[in-house]
């Protein structure tokens, strides 16, 4: 009997126990989510621009030849090859702005068909060489080249096979504007969350986290973006842009 009691005592107590624990928990979970209740933040995003002229240009150019005897292919191209470096002298793209200047040559073969025994057969056999001189311009007379590049296409009026890339342009140092542009985002942000916080009858409190997106450098009056960032290189004038995400507190 007196077994049967202390037994019946002793689950009494662990069940109270586990009671007093589980109440514990509850509280305090309560407890928890009343205090992120009361909690009060505002976030909101500044936006930076700036329009900066691009100070880099560079696009690839090349004169090609073709001829069935290779030595006197090369001979050809190299006097093609001096006539468009010629050219680009004429056009302000002198040798101190070329660079990575190659010469290639290929294999070119065609396709005869012919009959044996009532069945096609197909041959591929040589023709010619096809010879490429190919340079690289790289400059900061950007003006230069927005202007010029066109005008070396007039060598094809002389018979010469010639080709030019698209122009890119680029900004040597985009990173000299970036410390600009967080200070300005951040005013943004700022001022956007004190005229937030007026309009709901709050003062606004100490910032709580900062995020800094990603830099775009676009074209004008355009609105591309990219998770990772947009950087144009088909024009000279660009927008720089920049977004602050940051979190304040409410008091």
């Not at 057969?121 to 490429?132: G, S």
């Not at 680029?170 to 504007?177: A, R, T, V």
């Amino acid at each position: 009997m007196k077994r049967s009691t202390v037994a019946i005592i002793s689950i009494s107590i662990a069940a109270l126990t586990i009671g007093m624990v589980l109440s514990a928990f509850m509280l305090s979970r309560f407890m928890l989510k009343i205090q992120r209740t009361t909690e009060k933040s505002i976030t909101v995003k500044g936006v930076a621009e700036k329009t900066v002229k691009s100070d880099i240009a560079a696009f690839n150019c090349s004169i090609s030849v073709k001829n069935k005897n290779k030595a006197e292919g090369y001979a050809a191209l190299n006097k093609a090859s001096q006539i468009l470096c010629a050219k680009l002298d004429s056009l302000g793209f002198t040798a101190d702005v070329r660079e990575d200047e190659s010469i290639y040559c290929a294999d070119i073969y065609r396709t005869i068909t012919t009959k044996e025994r009532g069945k096609e057969i197909k041959e591929n056999i040589f023709d010619h060489y096809y010879l490429t001189y190919s340079v690289r311009v790289r400059t900061n007379k950007v003006d230069v080249v927005a202007k010029n590049i066109l005008k070396i296409h007039e060598l094809a009026m002389r018979k010469l096979d010639v080709s030019i890339t698209a122009p890119q342009y680029f900004i040597s140092n985009p990173e000299q504007y970036k410390l600009e542009l967080v200070n300005a985002a951040s005013a943004s942000a700022a001022e956007r969350a004190r005229t937030a916080a007026r309009q709901s009858g709050s003062d606004l409190g100490p910032l709580m986290t900062a995020r800094q997106g990603v830099i775009q450098i676009t074209r004008s009056a355009s609105n591309d973006t990219s998770d990772y960032g947009m950087y144009d290189t088909t024009s000279i004038q660009k927008v720089i842009r920049l977004v602050m995400t940051m979190e304040f507190a409410l008091k």
